[in-house]
């Protein structure tokens, strides 16, 4: 079984930088394309990056290009994401999220197998 953990969120001020990091305890992570999404309070789960097998292909939201950057380190079985000039608008509980046996990148849900449990990021003004 796949299991992700989350970790590194916290409070910081707007224009500031946080990462994240997940955790995964799959014996094939470099056969696993990984992904972050996003859920703000009232709001939907939303996608914010992906990135493939071996690190060679990644894509973004447009809310977050040029902010934010995925990233991972196979032999450490750990995907990041950096944040980079954060706004009040990024504060929501981030998720990390892996698909088993696939190189190809997906930006739903659905496309998805397993999730963390997530970690709360808090911008302020």
């Known amino acids: 079984q796949v299991q992700l953990v989350e970790s590194g969120g916290g409070l910081v001020q707007a224009g500031g930088p946080l990462r994240l990091s997940c955790a995964v305890s799959?014996?094939?992570?470099?056969?696993?394309?990984m992904a972050w999404f996003r859920q703000a309070p009232g709001k939907e789960r939303e996608f914010v990056a992906a990135i493939s097998w071996r690190g060679g292909t990644t894509t973004y939201a447009d809310s977050v290009k040029g902010r934010f950057t995925i990233s991972r380190d196979n032999a450490k079985n750990t995907v990041y994401l950096q944040m980079n000039s954060l706004k009040p608008e990024d504060t929501a509980v981030y998720y990390c999220a892996a698909r088993t046996y696939s190189s190809v990148i997906v930006t739903t849900i659905s496309g998805y197998n397993y999730w963390g449990q997530g970690t709360q990021v808090t911008v302020s003004s």
């Open positions: 799959g014996r094939t992570f470099s056969s696993y394309s």
